[in-house]
């Protein structure tokens, strides 16, 4: 409960106190058994996890990645929005590196979870670095419209020659929400001209949100958006 006040605390903790917290987090995390085995481990694992994304610190990079191949779909989700909220905290400097990258594109293209396809493609969204743009191009024909969603969001900020004509694929999408993100967003943050976006206005009653601002980070994948159903045009 201490731990949880500290962390969430509105006004910005003193780095003595940062660094102490995770240090203690990551070596807590290193500590539990991988994989974790009981429901208390799991919980644990998964708190940590966020816990170190919230810190924003590049050293828990190695340990949120080492959760990654656990079998449980919760903890996969966990560690890949904590490697996801480093690369918001410390995207000028250009982290992830590749050896982050590697493993989220992995999950990106193989995990048989839609839940954790979506939070490492955030991931790999957030982490602003051009060598995820061949698993973002992957994930926007995933079966999974959330997931197709912030592949066009992530893609669109960094889209060069070849990735632009398959954003404009993407504006014919089934999904509204997913055509709406192919159509509105582009390297320049200003939106496609043309029917696509004219008739995507129309479907959700002139409601596209202005996004030419650097985007907050997507709420975590919870069980109700799963369940959500989908917009058609």
């Known amino acids: 409960l201490e731990f949880r006040r500290v962390l969430f605390r509105s006004d910005p903790l ?7 917290l995770v240090e203690a987090s990551v070596k807590a995390l290193q500590s539990l058994p991988a994989p974790a085995s009981s429901q208390g481990d799991l919980d644990l694992a998964g708190s940590l996890c966020l816990a170190l994304g919230k810190l924003g610190a590049p050293s828990a990079l190695p340990a949120l990645v080492a ?3 656990e079998p449980s779909r919760s903890l996969r989700e966990q560690a890949c929005e904590g490697i996801g909220l480093v690369g918001v905290a410390n995207k000028a400097k250009g982290l992830p590196d590749a050896s982050v990258i590697d493993p989220l594109e992995k999950l990106v293209m193989h995990d048989p979870e839609a839940s954790v396809r979506f939070m ?3 991931a790999l969204y957030r982490s602003g670095r051009d060598e995820s743009r061949a698993a973002l191009v992957y994930a926007l024909k995933d079966t999974d419209a959330t997931v197709r969603a912030v592949a066009a969001k992530g893609l669109a900020k960094r889209a060069i020659g070849p990735d632009l004509a398959y954003l404009e694929e993407r504006t014919g999408d089934v999904d509204v ?3 709406d993100a192919a159509a509105v ?3 320049n943050g200003y939106a496609y001209a043309g029917v696509n976006l004219r008739r995507h206005y129309d479907a959700i009653g002139g409601l596209i949100r202005d ?3 650097e985007m907050n980070a997507p709420e975590p994948f919870t069980e109700r958006k799963r369940n959500a159903p989908c917009h058609s045009a």
Do not use: C
């Open 14 to 20: 003193p780095d003595a106190v940062r660094t102490q």
């Open 67 to 69: 959760r990654l191949a």
């Open 185 to 187: 967003y582009n390297p």
């Open 120 to 122: 490492a493609t955030y």
């Open 211 to 213: 996004e030419r601002l």
């Open 177 to 179: 929400g997913v055509a």
